[in-house]
T-cell receptor, first 109, second 114 residues
Framework: RKEVEQDPGPFNVPEGATVAFNCTYS??????FFWYRQDCRKEPKLLMS???SGNEDGRFTAQLNRASQYISLLIRDSKLSDSATYLC??????????FGKGTSLLVTP | DAGVIQSPRHEVTEMGQEVTLRCKPI?????LFWYRQTMMRGLELLIY????????DSGMPEDRFSAKMPNASFSTLKIQPSEPRDSAVYFC????????????FGPGTRLTVT
């Protein structure tokens, strides 16, 4: 079983829609969680950290459910520029991060 | 500010040849990571260094792969001999501090082994 699992998608949504991604992780001892964004043929970049109490950054909301070992990302009022692959990331051992394979989002006009 | 710098950006080589990928981390960052990304396997951690010392190389596929970090501003990932299954995008990333922080990725090296 992979340490971080995500639905690969693609999720095709119209502009203005709300879309949610989930991911599950296997290591119950993990303490730090993140969402990264990767544009086509570019490097991954941090989108936001995920805190136990949940956190919001503009149109983006991240939630953590430790009991069920899953993390979610909600995007409201989708923009064309949100089209990308969203990587769920969980702290592994030491300073290493475990990346999911990503969920592809395409926002259409 | 300069981000993580990688070279070359693209490399095409024949099976059996030696390939050397280079990375310059962000100045002041203590940790450096090498990743490989493919469609099938996603982003895989190969090795990471902290204060120039290799901490975990369990992700290195086999003895054909080696990595060095001779100083705080330079690291190399070498594949010798290369094989077609090594074709992938290789990313270098760095992060500050001594705990889990945001990792800053370089633009990657797209390697094709024919």
């Amino acid at each position: 079983r992979k340490e971080v699992e995500q639905d690969p998608g693609p999720f095709n949504v119209p502009e203005g829609a709300t879309v949610a991604f989930n991911c599950t992780y296997s290591n119950s001892a993990s303490q730090s969680f993140f969402w990264y964004r990767q544009d086509c043929r570019k490097e991954p970049k941090l989108l936001m950290s995920v805190y136990s109490s949940g956190n919001e950054d503009g149109r983006f909301t991240a939630q953590l459910n430790r009991a069920s070992q899953y993390i979610s990302l909600l995007i409201r009022d989708s923009k064309l520029s949100d089209s990308a692959t969203y990587l769920c990331v969980v702290h592994g051992s030491g300073y290493a991060l475990n990346f999911g394979k990503g969920t592809s989002l395409l926002v259409t006009p | 500010d300069a981000g993580v710098i990688q070279s070359p950006r693209h490399e095409v080589t024949e099976m059996g040849q030696e390939v050397t990928l280079r990375c310059k981390p962000i100045s002041g960052h203590n940790s450096l990571f090498w990743y490989r990304q493919t469609m099938m396997r996603g982003l895989e951690l190969l090795i990471y260094f902290n204060n120039n010392v290799p901490i975990d190389d369990s992700g290195m596929p086999e003895d054909r792969f080696s990595a060095k970090m001779p100083n705080a501003s330079f690291s190399t990932l070498k594949i010798q001999p290369s094989e077609p299954r090594d074709s992938a995008v290789y990313f270098c990333a760095s992060s500050p501090g001594t705990s889990v922080y945001e990792q800053y990725f370089g633009p990657g090296t797209r390697l094709t082994v024919t």
